[in-house]
């Protein structure tokens, strides 16, 4: 597993990208990093809340949108926040609301911070995107693995039924996975088979991360 870095020091805000297939674990995996350093310098942003605004539209023509498609999501303004944040200024991030099926009226703030992960299913899959990325990392785990945490997540968390997931990862999920997200992980500096239980590759991350906050450090007191 070799990390590939570009330049870290000349930016402040450090980019990583986490991505791998819909309840592959990549959520796990970046609050596991999350959870290993002081908030203040390391925080999360999720391409879910950039899935676009889709108020104009009745609640029954938003379920007919394929949420796994590039377009689906406003990755623009996801772009245009970082690149807000990298210039040391504080950002409001939007909200989605899944059982709406659309961005709700709240937002949150996000304030600079020296390492910003990035994570979604297709965070690799625009060039103007993967380039803002020091680390770019694919969690990899198997599809029936990936469906069973899938039907059990939209169930509890978000209101589906068991019909309704299992169409939706027919139609959609299954397709989009292989057409657009996993032809992604050839641009990944590392990959983690099966998220957080993958310790080596947790500890390799997290080494790394501590190491540019270090360096980070030594440039704030120069």
Do not use: C, W
Not at 58 to 79: G, W
Not at 176 to 196: C, N, S, W
């Amino acid at each position: 597993m070799i990390l590939r870095y570009n330049e870290l020091m000349m930016k402040k805000t450090i980019i990583i990208g986490v991505t791998g297939g819909s309840a592959s674990g990549k959520t796990s995996v970046s609050q596991a990093i999350l959870n290993k350093f002081p908030t203040e310098r390391i925080a999360m942003i999720q391409h879910d809340s950039y899935y676009k605004n889709q108020n104009h539209l009745d609640f029954s023509e938003r379920l007919k949108t394929n949420y796994d498609h590039p377009l689906a999501f406003d990755t623009d303004y996801l772009i245009a926040q970082l690149q807000t944040l990298q210039a040391g200024q504080a950002v409001d991030i939007p909200i989605y609301d899944y059982t709406a099926h659309t961005r709700s009226n709240e937002t949150y703030r996000q304030n600079p911070v020296d390492v910003m992960i990035v994570e979604g299913i297709l965070v690799l899959e625009d060039k103007r995107l993967r380039d803002m990325m020091a680390i770019k990392i694919f969690v990899d785990t198997d599809d029936d693995v990936r469906i069973i945490r899938r039907i059990k997540r939209d169930i509890d968390e978000r209101g589906r039924s068991l019909d309704n997931v299992i169409t939706q990862y027919l139609s959609a999920v299954k397709p989009m996975y292989h057409q657009f997200i996993e032809p992604t992980k050839r641009y990944a500096d590392l990959i983690i088979p099966e998220g957080v239980s993958n310790v080596v590759g947790l500890d390799i991350i997290i080494t790394k991360i501590s190491s540019i906050l270090s360096e980070n450090d030594e440039k704030d007191i120069v």
